[in-house]
């Protein structure tokens, strides 16, 4: 199966932006929508953003207006700006198919945001 290599994670202090980056080992992003999900200590995994073959996006309510999810398929990459973060966006973020993640998980780079 395909693995995911995650990075871009970090502390960030309220209100801060940060870039991750998501980048797979063999070329599937032109086959599968690609989204980036996250889970919080206690808290099950979500589907935070949502990226389609051609582009379209979608985004959970929690993050809509703040976050804007990117992919290159040349590149097999796919990225999420996250701007004006708050602190309960401090999570594990992890990238997959979607909404189905059906892909064996990547680490995962973690994302704090805390003054």
């Known amino acids: 199966q395909v693995q995911f290599a995650e990075s871009g994670g970090g502390l960030v202090q309220p209100g801060g932006s940060l870039r991750l980056s998501c980048a797979a080992a063999?070329?599937?992003?032109?086959?599968?929508?690609m989204g980036w999900y996250r889970q919080a200590p206690g808290k099950q995994r979500e589907l935070v953003a949502q990226?389609?073959?051609?582009?379209?996006?979608n985004y959970a309510d929690s993050v809509k207006g703040r976050f804007t999810i990117s992919r290159d398929n040349a590149k097999n990459t796919v990225a999420l700006q996250m701007n004006s973060l708050k602190p309960e966006d401090t999570a594990v973020y992890s990238c997959?198919?979607?909404?189905?993640?059906?892909?064996?998980w990547g680490q995962g780079t973690q994302v704090t945001v805390s003054s």
């Open positions: 063999e070329s599937i992003f032109s086959l599968y929508t």
């Open positions: 990226i389609t073959r051609i582009g379209t996006t």
């Open positions: 997959n198919t979607a909404p189905s993640a059906t892909m064996r």
